[in-house]
């Protein structure tokens, strides 16, 4: 079952607009959000990530929004720039578990 | 950077034949993962070591067999490669404790075709 559902699976923004990437999850247990960015050809890097205990957590023009009763959490780059261009992924993991579980990942393009 | 490796980069293979894909840390991390990257699915799990010759699997792990006789070495077989399993493979560490903890970095990933 798709514990982790990621969405748009595509997302188009012009330069200097909001990119905004949302994950919803099922399971209440999860303790450890992360979001990954990835370019062409690349492995995916440790962008943000939060923990259940804060409901936002902002480094540079990347925040992450967290809503415990609603199980969802998002991805907003602000002031968005051509080089935000690659596929973003969010994920979840258990506590003491050592295994992430990912979202199926979106494309995010911004247009010059 | 995380000083992972991955070994060969880029491999066409014919199905049927064995594939071995290596993981190199120089960092001395427990945990390494094996995940296979495919369009539509995601970064989805296929085995990973909690340490020297202990392993387990993931959601995707038919087809594929995993050895770690050394820390810094973790090594993926498909043992006869199908043309489902074309895909990219990343191999990836998690730090563990202070203020890393479950953080997972990738290495840069190996694309294999299996014809």
């Known amino acids: 079952q798709q514990q982790v559902k990621q969405s748009p699976q595509s997302l188009i923004v012009q330069k200097g607009g909001i990119s905004i990437i949302n994950c919803a999850y099922e399971?209440?247990?999860?303790?450890?959000f992360p979001w990954y960015q990835q370019f062409p050809g690349k492995g995916p890097a440790l962008l943000i990530a939060?923990?259940?205990?804060?409901s936002e957590k902002k480094e540079g023009r990347f925040t992450i929004s967290f809503n415990k009763s609603a199980k969802q959490f998002s991805l907003h780059i602000m002031d968005s720039q051509p080089g935000d261009s690659a596929t973003y992924f969010c994920?979840?993991?258990?506590?003491?578990?050592?295994?992430?579980?990912f979202g199926t990942g979106t494309r995010l393009k911004v247009l010059a | 950077d995380a000083g992972i490796t991955q070994s060969p980069r880029h491999k066409v293979t014919e199905t049927g034949t064995p594939v071995t894909l290596r993981c190199h840390q120089t960092?001395?991390?427990?945990?390494m993962y094996w995940y296979r990257q495919d369009p539509g699915h995601g970064l989805r799990l296929i085995h990973y070591?909690?340490?020297?010759?202990?392993?387990d699997k993931g959601e995707v792990s038919d087809g594929y067999s995993v050895s770690r006789s050394k820390t810094e070495d973790f090594l993926l077989t498909l043992e006869s490669a199908t043309s489902s399993q074309t895909s990219v493979y990343f191999c990836a560490i998690q730090r563990a404790g202070g203020s890393s903890y479950n953080e997972q970095f990738f290495g840069p990933g190996t694309r294999l075709t299996v014809l």
């Open positions: 939060i923990r259940p205990d804060v």
């Open positions: 070591s909690y340490g020297v010759k202990d392993t």
């Open positions: 960092e001395n991390h427990r945990y």
């Open positions: 399971n209440t247990a999860f303790d450890y």
């Open positions: 994920a979840v993991t258990f506590p003491g578990t050592y295994k992430y579980i």
